[in-house]
């Protein structure tokens, strides 16, 4: 699969965080920080790209909203960047 740059970004800010899951504010903003020429929309939407191909999961906690963390596919994919 060839990722666009966000969804690059997305995997290896992913990556950074370990075993640790990152809030979703976080990596619609850590995307943007590099890319700053992406909307919020442009980056939630590589995130959720990267749900639907397996590549990241969400885990929707109260009071602090989704927390994405890698799948393996998606480590072993972020390992390849």
Same mark, same amino acid.
């Given at each position: =699969?060839?990722? #666009?740059? +966000?969804?690059? @970004?997305? @995997?290896r800010?992913?990556?950074?965080m $370990? #075993?640790?899951? =990152?809030p +979703?504010?976080?990596?619609r #903003?850590?995307?943007?920080i /590099?890319?700053?020429?992406?909307t +919020? $929309?442009?980056? #939630?939407?590589?995130?959720?790209?990267?749900? +639907?191909? $397996?590549?990241?999961a969400?885990?929707?906690?109260? @009071?602090?909203? /989704?927390?994405?963390?890698?799948?393996p596919? $998606?480590?072993?994919k972020a390992?390849?960047?």
């Open positions: =699969m060839n990722l #666009d740059p +966000a969804k690059r @970004l997305a @995997l800010a992913l990556s950074r $370990g #075993d640790q899951p =990152m +979703a504010d976080a990596l #903003d850590s995307i943007r /590099i890319h700053p020429q992406l +919020a $929309g442009d980056a #939630d939407r590589a995130v959720r790209d990267l749900e +639907a191909d $397996g590549y990241i969400g885990t929707h906690v109260d @009071l602090v909203g /989704i927390l994405w963390s890698l799948t596919k $998606g480590a072993s390992n390849q960047l």
